[in-house]
């Protein structure tokens, strides 16, 4: 009876809140190998709007992990190409698309509105200028990022956890090469630790950066602290 239960309970816990997923809107800048899988996922679970921000064109070395895209796309609009393509997959979600390159004067505007932020960018000043666009609106952020075989989530819930500028150092990856399988498992991740926040108002993991290894098969968390001097979420002083 005890391992029933003990089945039971872990069913339980990956029930998600359709009637909730389906007033729940996202912003998902980056419509690459991590943001095609995520926006699939998204949408195929019931997220009731979704938006893809990405400003790049389809190239030939993009296809073989960006499963949105076929050879006859090249040099045209990631954004526009993956909306179009997740309305057609999930007809009940209402998909939109930014053709658009976020900067800090345009963040704030693009990011303003939604129920939750997630960030599928390999660019580090887009990445740092929406989450400070996150940090004053009060929005909630998912960064979700891959370099190789290795990629890491993490979730920033405002007045709650350390923000994005407190672990990053500023650098981007300078490995660029990806396999399709592994940006699947990261883009998994990131997508069911979103749908876990958007249906339960709230993520066991937030303030944690998650660190996932598909070579090896090791996935690891790492609490992250805030900074007392970071100048974006104001150190101690805004933990809320």
Not at 66 to 82: M, N, P, V
Not at 103 to 127: K, Q, T
Not at 162 to 184: H, I, M, W, Y
Request: charged share 20%; hydrophobic share 40%.
């Amino acid at each position: 009876m005890n391992g029933l239960a003990a089945q039971k309970d872990a069913q339980n816990s990956c029930l998600l809140d359709t009637s909730r997923l389906r007033k729940s809107s996202v912003l998902l800048i980056g419509a690459g190998g991590l943001g095609c899988g995520i926006a699939v996922s998204l949408a195929g679970a019931g997220v009731g709007e979704i938006v893809i921000c990405d400003y790049d064109k389809v190239s030939a070395g993009n296809l073989n992990r960006q499963f949105l895209y076929k050879a006859s796309d090249i040099g045209k609009s990631k954004a526009e190409l993956a909306a179009k393509r997740i309305a057609e997959y999930a007809p009940d979600c209402r998909v939109t698309s930014i053709s658009q390159k976020v900067y800090e004067d345009n963040a704030e505007r693009i990011v303003d509105g939604y129920d939750m932020v997630m960030l599928a960018s390999d660019n580090m000043p887009v990445r740092l200028a929406v989450n400070s666009a996150c940090v004053r609106l009060g929005a909630t952020l998912a960064d979700a990022g891959i370099s190789g075989c290795c990629g890491r989530v993490y979730i920033y819930i405002p007045k709650k956890t350390p923000c994005l500028a407190c672990l990053e150092s500023g650098q981007e990856s300078r490995d660029k090469r990806t396999v399709g399988a592994a940006a699947g498992i990261i883009s998994g991740f990131a997508a069911f630790s979103a749908l876990k926040f958007l249906s339960d108002g709230f993520c066991d993991k937030a303030g944690k950066l998650i660190l996932i290894d598909a070579n090896n098969g090791i996935i690891d968390e790492l609490a992250v602290k805030r900074l007392k001097n970071c100048n974006i979420c104001g150190g101690v002083n805004n933990a809320g």
